[in-house]
């Protein structure tokens, strides 16, 4: 049942501190990543050269935000693909190449077909799903369960913060056997990550004050999600949650990139969410959010709480619990999900079951 929630999505945003816990818990040993349990051998992070995410909609987008941790951690090649797109788009892999298949349901066609093509150009393939014993955990050689428990909500919110999880501990347990990594380097980056079960409450606890900043974009019709680096990967996620259930149109854009075209479309009535929680981007965002707040906008800002400074004096602002920087992306997300959640149940929509979607989509 709903456990007294009237929505499963709220239960589910609800729930996020417990399944991270139970992501991590038995892949934690001694403070180091451990995937022993799993089955997942070391050699798979060591013997790749580079990595190649495919998977759709919000798993695609825990994708971008480890495409980042890789590329600034691991310093590897490393790309994204749509999994619709992917065999399509002449993909450049062979057994040099890890296929990392992302996908809470395990069933869905798009990522199932992407992974029988990547092993048959002979990559290894690793799947991170939820539900088990599902097409594409059987179709891969290894799989990292996220452990989240039954998503029953459309709008995924758990699964892609586990899935995360999984990917920061598959990051410290690649960082660590490819010497990139010591030790204390290793155990200390874990130890963040199991601070995300504490941070999330935080979050959780001052819901209301996200329920006050969702009445300011209640009634917009278009609406933009601006942000730099992992800020912008968040702000993909964040605004295709906000389509999915407020119906709103919502797109993310990367900051920098606005001015090169759709600040065209800001004005009054377009509402603007930013997030701010990358410090060396900040200044760069910061010049951003005054461009659009100058061209009318009224702005959203999600910023992490050590660099709020005055802000609130000019903006709408809600503060992140402080996590280190490439780990903000947990708070952030709980954030946004509560924001789309509170448009959507404001407005009397059916939260759980959007029109048009189904949880699993089973046709390419
Ligand atoms: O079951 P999967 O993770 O493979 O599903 C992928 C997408 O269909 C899914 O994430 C979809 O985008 C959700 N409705 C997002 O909330």
Redesign the pocket.
């Known amino acids: 049942g709903k456990n007294g929630y009237p929505f499963y999505m709220e239960k589910e945003i609800m729930e996020q501190p417990e399944a991270i816990e139970n992501t991590i818990k038995n892949r934690i040993v001694g403070g180091m990543p451990d995937f022993t349990a799993d089955g997942v051998p070391d050699t798979l992070f060591t013997e790749c050269e580079h990595i190649c995410i495919v ?5 695609m987008h825990a994708g971008l935000v480890a495409q980042a941790l890789v590329k600034s951690i691991l310093h590897m090649h490393i790309e994204v693909q749509m999994a619709s797109e992917f065999m399509y788009s002449d993909p450049v892999i062979d057994e040099k190449t890890l296929v990392i298949a ?7 066609i798009d ?1 199932l077909e992407a992974v029988k093509y990547a092993k048959n150009r002979g990559a290894k393939c690793l799947a991170i799903i939820n539900v088990k014993g599902s097409s594409i955990a059987r179709e891969s050689d290894y799989v990292l369960y996220t452990n989240a428990g039954p998503e029953i909500a ?3 919110t758990k ?1 892609y913060t586990t899935q995360l999880a999984v990917f920061y501990l598959i990051v410290a347990r690649m960082a660590h056997s490819r010497g990139v990594f010591d030790d204390a380097q290793t155990q200390s980056f874990v130890r963040e990550l199991q601070r995300t079960p504490e941070v999330m409450k935080k979050v959780l606890e001052r819901r209301r004050d996200i329920h006050v900043v969702a009445k300011k974009v209640l009634g917009a019709k278009d609406l933009f999600m601006i942000g730099r680096g992992l800020d912008y990967s968040i702000l993909l996620e964040g605004s ?2 906000l389509k ?1 259930v407020s119906y709103i149109h919502s797109e993310a854009y990367a900051s920098g990139e606005l001015k090169h075209g759709p600040i065209a479309l800001i004005t009054q009535d377009t509402p603007v969410v930013a997030t701010v929680t990358q410090e060396k981007l900040m200044s760069k965002e910061l010049s951003n959010i005054k461009e659009v707040k100058s061209r009318g906008a009224d702005v959203v800002v999600f910023i992490k709480e050590s660099i709020v400074g005055d802000l609130a004096k000019e903006y709408e602002i809600f503060t992140l619990p402080d996590m280190q920087d490439e780990f903000m992306v947990l708070p952030a997300s709980v954030a946004l999900q509560l924001l789309a959640y509170y448009v959507s149940s404001d407005k009397g929509f059916d939260v759980d079951k959007p029109r048009n ?1 189904a ?3 089973t046709v390419e």
């Open positions: 998977a759709c909609g919000t798993a992302v996908s809470q349901s395990g069933e869905t990522t459309v709008a995924s699964a295709l949650k999915e979607l949880k699993v989509v």
